[in-house]
Structure formats: C-alpha cells, structure tokens
C-alpha cells in the first residue's frame, strides 16, 4: 500500500508538471532576436553570371522568436561593407531557403553603379557584392523589430546593364495654390498630337502662389517644383522659388507648356508660361478657308477670372467644317494642340486622331470655359 500511494503521488506530480509545460507550449513568449546567420555559399569564390543565371541560392537560420514564427526575409545587397548606399530588393522570401531572383539582383547591382557614374557603355561589369537578410515577423499584431543577419561577401558578381530604358512621361499633372493643392481636382496636361514627345500644354488660371507637377495624382515623392525644371516666363508671371515651389507672381491666364527630354538616366523639364492666346483657323475666317497661324484678327478674348469664356471673334464665313480653335505649342503645328466643342463639352485632340466637325454660320462664335470644361457656339 505504501509503495503505491508513492507512485500514486509520483504520477500525480507528473501531470502536473506535463500541464504546466503544456501551459507553457500553448502561451509562448514573444522574445527579441539577438542574431541570425546568413550562411556561406558553397560557391562563394566562383563568379555569379547574374545575366545566365535564373537564380541565387541563400539559406540562413532562423531568427528565434522565442518559438516557431511565421518570419518574412528580405534581400538586402551593396556594394560597399557598410551599406552605404543599397537597395532591399522586391522579392520577399517565408522560408530560410531563398532561391533569389537573379534579375533583381542585377537591376540592382546596375542601379548603384550608375549611381556611382557608370554608363551602359561600362558593362559588363564584374563586382564585389556585399549581401545580408533582414527578417521580421509576418503577423502584423506584432510589434517586434526587425532583425539583421550577418553580411556575406559575394567576391565576383558580373552584371549586364539591367535598367529599363528611360521614356518621356505620357501624363503629367499640375498641382497649386488654384486647386487648393488638391490631387483630386489637379487637371490633367493635354499632350501634343502625337503624344510621343514629352510635350504638354494647359490653359489655366493662376492666382499668385505656387505650382507643382507630376506624373501622377499623389504626393508620391516624385512630384517636381522650382529647382526640379527650368522655369520660362514668357508672360510676365514673375516666376520664383518658394520653398520648392513655383512660385507665381501675377495672378492670371497662362497658357503652361512642359516639354520633357530625356537626359543620361533623367528626364530633364523645362515650363514655360506664355500669353494665354486662343486662335481661329479654317474655314470660318474667309470663303474658301485661311490655314495661316496665329492669323491677324483671329485670336479670342481673354476673360479677367477663372470662372468665365474665352470668346472668339464672329465667323467670317459660312463653314461646312465649321470652326477650328488651337493654341499655339512653339515647334508644333496647330493641329497638334486644337480642340473643338461638342454638346456643350469641350473636347481635346491631344493624342487622338482627327475631331469631328461642326457646320457653322458666319456671324457666330465660339465660347469656351477652360476652368469648366465647356464650351459653345452661337
């Protein structure tokens, strides 16, 4: 009786302990990381064709967490020991053993050598490349900070020149005191027919006060002001620098016009802001039709505020094709920045095709609201 009360009380204590580790098991401590490895590569020595390669093998430990945690790893490669200047590339990896992304690799190993100076015409190039992995928890309820492995030394990486040719942009957007700085209502830039030369325009009012552009509607960074471009006041506008900004002096109509070029690996802009002039051309200007630019007689009226019509002298002449209106793009004929209204509707060319044409009477005009995006003819 004795010995089994002893092992009685034994398999009791063992229970307990089992539940207290069970306890334990199912509530485990978050802890932080002090160090994970990066290992090796076998072939550390030999040279990484990263253009004949599809892929760079990577194994590292995994962080502890203080249990087994669903753990994200990201890439992160320079080419100097301290990190100076890198890139983290895209690719995110859920297990120690990464196979990664060759392509990646190379566009970043390209884009800091440009960085650097070097131009197409250098590559190939062979270089030492510095790699680590920083890996953090997956779940987002976590707090926990990230950690960093070790660096590893990939003595001999070749790289072709790996970065996408550098395109004139085909939207542009203006942003400024006239929008309340608002990308929702920041009017998009009408593109010069045929939309392949980086060449935009935009009849606007200005109160005084700065301006922006950008090629998208967002404050992404990528946004461009004063010192970005080179400024052409060409309207008496008196153009500065206000904390970035271009900067407008004298409120008003600007007929705006960015012409984009691409430089080395940038894109060079230069603004110009001219007279806000609106012409006529065709057949309404005398039977038989004038096609003569920027015709004496023939430009519009120019309202003092933004909400109101630029309006054109009456037709001369009765017209089948009706009226024509364009402004004028130094360097671009009047057909590549024409517009014309429908149903009320101003609409652009741009880099479409031929507008339809509306049958006109000599004696009428053309009305048309730029801030509104309308327009008439009677």
């Known amino acids: ?150 660096t590893i030394n990939l003595q001999s990486v070749r790289t072709e020149f790996a970065l996408p040719p550098v395109v004139l942009p085909t939207k542009l957007y203006l942003v400024g005191e006239f929008c309340g700085w608002d990308w929702g209502k920041s009017p998009e830039m009408i593109a010069c027919h045929d939309g392949t030369t980086g060449t935009f325009w935009s009849m606007v009012y200005l109160p005084a006060g700065g301006l922006k552009f950008n090629t998208a509607t967002a404050w992404d960074g990528n946004e461009i002001g004063y010192a970005g471009c080179e400024v052409v ?33 940038s894109i060079d802009y230069t603004v110009e802001f001219n007279e806000p002039a609106v012409w006529l051309i065709g057949g309404v200007l005398k039977d038989g039709g004038d096609w003569t630019e920027t015709a004496d007689g023939w430009k519009f009226t120019v309202p003092e505020v933004a909400d109101a019509d630029f309006v054109s002298p009456a037709f001369a002449a009765d017209a089948v094709e009706g009226p024509r209106a364009y402004v004028k793009v130094t360097g671009f004929d009047w057909w590549k920045s024409e517009f014309m209204v429908f149903d009320g509707k101003l609409e652009y060319r741009a880099a479409g095709g031929d507008l339809d044409r509306v049958s006109t009477k000599a004696g009428q005009k053309m009305y048309i609201n730029f801030t509104k995006g309308t327009g008439k003819i009677e």
């Open 233 to 265: 006041d060409n309207n008496e506008a008196g153009l500065s620098d206000d904390g970035g900004n271009i900067s407008i002096a004298k409120a008003g109509w600007y007929l705006v016009v960015i012409r984009s070029a691409v430089n080395g690996r």
């Open 1 to 150: 009786m004795k010995k089994i009360a002893i092992l009685t009380f034994a398999f009791a204590g063992l229970l307990s302990f089992s539940a207290c580790e069970s306890d334990r098991d199912s509530n485990p401590t978050l802890q932080d990381p002090t160090s994970f490895v990066l290992n090796t590569p076998a072939y550390v020595n030999s040279v990484y064709d990263l253009t004949n390669s599809k892929s760079v093998e990577l194994t590292c430990s995994q962080p502890d967490f203080g249990y087994t945690a669903p753990t994200i790893y990201s890439v992160e490669v320079s080419l100097t020991p301290d990190f100076a200047e890198s890139v983290e590339l895209d690719t995110k990896y859920t297990t120690a053993k990464m196979a990664v992304d060759a392509s990646e690799m190379a566009l970043a190993v390209t884009d800091m050598e440009v960085a650097q100076g070097k131009v197409e015409a250098d590559f190939p190039i062979t270089t030492s490349l510095y790699v680590r992995v920083i890996a953090e928890l997956a779940s987002a309820t976590e707090t926990i900070a990230s950690i960093t492995s070790n």
